[in-house]
């Protein structure tokens, strides 16, 4: 594994307990019942960035508006969750529970006001933010992962608009199914999972026609709906996929931005303008941009991410 010891005590410091958590658990194999990994997730909630979003909850459980979940961009409940779930939180709290019954009974009804017919990257966060959240065996999640198995193309891809074939941005599905344990997948499931993954490697994760695509190649978080390599780095490996020779290009790429020290920088905060754009002209004025870290500057969970890749890349080859 390509890990310094200073990359890691800067991760292991107390500030943000979620990034010191899995750390603990995800670089330096700890055990769940270790006494600091244990500490670490109980502080997620009180101290740090989780804490600094709940804060901001209201008390029926959405952010800004309580007429809908999505927006504004990106500062509504549906963005504010998915932060949330990247960062270690359950069900167990209570104040996520309350904003996960906001979806199953705003989103995910039996009416017709459901996203269960929504665009496919959605869907995908929401499977992916729900299963997170720990309810992978509720019935309506499993209804979103049909969804998920019933959208993907014959090329074995994904695509958030209408289009016979997948695309490298509609990666929430793939990344939906990264998060589901492996006990509870079916074998469409497994299948879908085999092609949606040969999909990537057959396109070395950055590769899809037409000139470069200057967001894929740089490092955002929080990702939301957006793609970049260290995106499908991390969504690849987790699948199993690190000893893969076709990762070489994204690993170039994301080993050529590590700084002298060791650590990764945080390169955009979405919106990043020329991805948001989608030949629709300038939107940035729509949304309300949202990060928890500097723009240029080292990030936390950037390195974080990046260390966990290169660590399962290590163990696969």
Request: charged letters at 30%; one cysteine or more; aromatic letters at 12%.
């Amino acid at each position: 594994m390509e890990t310094r010891n200073q990359e890691v005590a800067w991760l292991l410091e107390k500030d943000q307990p979620a990034v010191r958590y899995y750390a603990l658990r995800e670089l330096l194999d700890r055990p769940a019942d270790d006494a600091e990994v244990k500490q670490a997730y109980s502080t997620i909630p009180k101290r740090g960035w989780a804490f600094d979003i709940l804060k901001r909850q209201r008390p029926q459980g959405h952010w800004e508006s309580s007429k809908s979940l999505y927006r504004p961009k990106y500062t509504a409940t549906n963005w504010m969750v998915l932060i949330l779930s990247d960062l270690g939180l359950t069900k167990e709290d209570a104040r996520v529970r309350r904003a996960a019954e906001l979806f199953f009974k705003e989103w995910m009804g039996d009416g017709e006001n459901n996203i269960f017919k929504d665009e496919v990257c959605i869907v995908g966060n929401t499977a992916r933010m729900l299963t997170r959240f720990g309810y992978a065996d509720d019935p309506r999640v499993a209804r979103l992962f049909d969804r998920l198995l019933d959208d993907q193309r014959e090329d074995g891809g994904w695509h958030c608009r209408p289009s016979g074939n997948g695309s490298l941005d509609g990666w929430e599905a793939l990344a939906a199914f990264a998060m589901l344990p492996k006990e509870k997948r079916t074998r469409r499931m497994n299948s879908a999972i085999e092609r949606g993954a040969e999909f990537y490697l057959e396109r070395e994760l950055v590769v899809e026609g037409g000139p470069k695509y200057l967001p894929w190649f740089r490092l955002h978080y929080p990702v939301q709906y957006y793609y970049d390599v260290l995106v499908g780095l991390d969504m690849i490996t987790r699948l199993g996929y690190g000893g893969d020779r076709r990762l070489g290009r994204a690993l170039d790429v994301l080993k050529a931005k590590r700084g002298r020290d060791g650590k990764w920088p945080l390169e955009r905060i979405h919106p990043d303008p020329s991805s948001y754009a989608w030949g629709r002209g300038n939107l940035r004025w729509k949304v309300k941009p949202f990060g928890l870290e500097e723009e240029g500057k080292p990030s936390k969970w950037i390195t974080l991410t990046a260390l966990r890749v290169l660590k399962r890349v290590g163990a696969a080859s």
